[in-house]
């Protein structure tokens, strides 16, 4: 048999748990929310990396949803709540393929009935508006992690890609750890400054997770992962899901985006600009300068490395599909999950360690988090602290 044939038989036992898809901001972006006119049952390649089909073909069992919203907008709380109410409506859309999930349990039972366990996850604390209660009202609508910080600094955490701010967590965002592990939240250290990932870890009482972050010993970009909190998630028990954004995997397109950028900057524009001038500067550049392309291997590199350094019981795929702009060849939309674990079959990687990277890892730190939150809501009231009164 074939690698890919191996692959395939083996992500029909044990399918992809994925930690993190952008489908609902881009429907969002794309089309206002109109589920009829980005229909997921439908061929969306045009528009999207992600359909129901896709996901099949890519032997995808559970994929949590981002309820993203931008740290800039001025009102992030009722926009997590439309891009929630996405998800609830994709999932009431589409009740043959997918199954809401919240628990450990959920993904079980939905492997069992050949459906997609949908979960949710918040890309960012802003989303919280500083207050637990909204933190304790997004896990009652059914959100199971939050990530600490996107792409800007919170008024009580760092991002890696902000300039230093409080220091990693402020006493806020301790008792924001603190909370999320008493309701069974998820902590994900993704997009955190390495200052907030081992605040967080000296802080919490639960398993992390990286939802789609990489390794910086491989490629030194600041949304990846250091050794030295690699190094202790034995200890923990967490889980990080390597991602397959090429600017985060192949120091070659790190080194290709930061010329880009200054480039862009030169010439009078930001960096993220995407009006018609800016876009004329950027392809100039470009044609001069081809983009750099990531593989199946770049990803596979990063896993056998976090494999070394973490251990097999702490992987896991996060592949940001529809969060960004270019994917490696070999993984370019959701069907491609099957490359990537023929990929490690080629490397040796035995059944047993690709049943923990594609499921067991995954569903075993969802319960662990929850068994915490069951123990310490027997000792511990809901906290009402505020911002205010702990970081004055």
């Not at 004329?280 to 070394?308: C, G, I, S």
């Amino acid at each position: 048999m074939g690698s890919i044939e191996a692959a395939r038989e083996l992500l029909r036992e044990f399918p992809v748990v994925d930690g993190h898809n952008d489908l609902p901001w881009a429907l969002r972006e794309q089309v206002r929310y109109d589920l009829d006119a980005r229909d997921i049952a439908a061929d969306q390649s045009a528009h999207l990396h992600t359909d129901l089909g896709r996901l099949r073909a890519g032997g995808v069992g559970a994929q949590y949803w981002s309820v993203y919203v931008r740290s800039d907008l001025p009102d992030p709380v009722p926009a997590t709540l439309e891009q929630i109410d996405c998800v609830r409506r994709l999932i009431a859309r589409h009740p043959a393929e997918l199954r809401a999930a919240t628990t450990a349990a959920d993904l079980e039972a939905a492997r069992r009935e050949g459906r997609i366990a949908s979960l949710m996850g918040a890309e960012g604390g802003h989303s919280i508006a500083n207050s637990l209660g909204t933190l304790r009202g997004l896990y009652a609508l059914g959100v199971r992690y939050m990530t600490l910080t996107h792409n800007d600094n919170i008024d009580w955490a760092d991002s890696a890609t902000d300039e230093p701010g409080v220091g990693g967590l402020s006493a806020f965002g301790r008792a924001v750890v603190r909370e999320m592990n008493r309701e069974g939240m998820l902590v994900d250290l993704s997009h955190v400054a390495a200052t907030t990932m081992r605040d967080a870890l000296d802080t919490t009482s639960a398993p992390v997770i990286f939802s789609h972050s990489s390794s910086r010993a491989v490629c030194d970009h600041p949304r990846n992962i250091p050794d030295d909190v690699l190094e202790r998630l034995p200890a923990n028990g967490g889980v990080a899901m390597v991602t397959f954004v090429p600017k985060f995997v192949l120091q070659a397109a790190v080194d290709w985006t930061a010329a880009a950028d200054e480039n862009m900057r030169a010439h009078g524009f930001h960096h993220l600009e995407t009006t018609a001038e800016a876009m004329k500067v950027h392809r100039a550049f470009e044609e001069r300068n081809p983009r750099p392309v990531a593989t199946v291997a770049t990803v596979v590199d990063h896993l056998d490395h976090m494999r070394e350094v973490a251990g097999i019981d702490h992987l896991g795929i996060g592949g940001d599909y529809d969060g960004t702009a270019f994917t490696p060849d070999g993984l370019n939309d959701v069907s491609g999950y099957p490359n990537l674990i023929a990929e490690l079959m080629d490397r040796g990687w035995s059944n047993t360690d690709l049943a923990k990277l594609t499921w067991q890892n995954s569903v075993r730190v969802l319960g662990a988090a929850e068994d915490v939150a069951r123990e310490l809501q027997t000792t511990r009231a809901a906290s009402h602290a505020t911002i205010e009164a702990l970081d004055g």
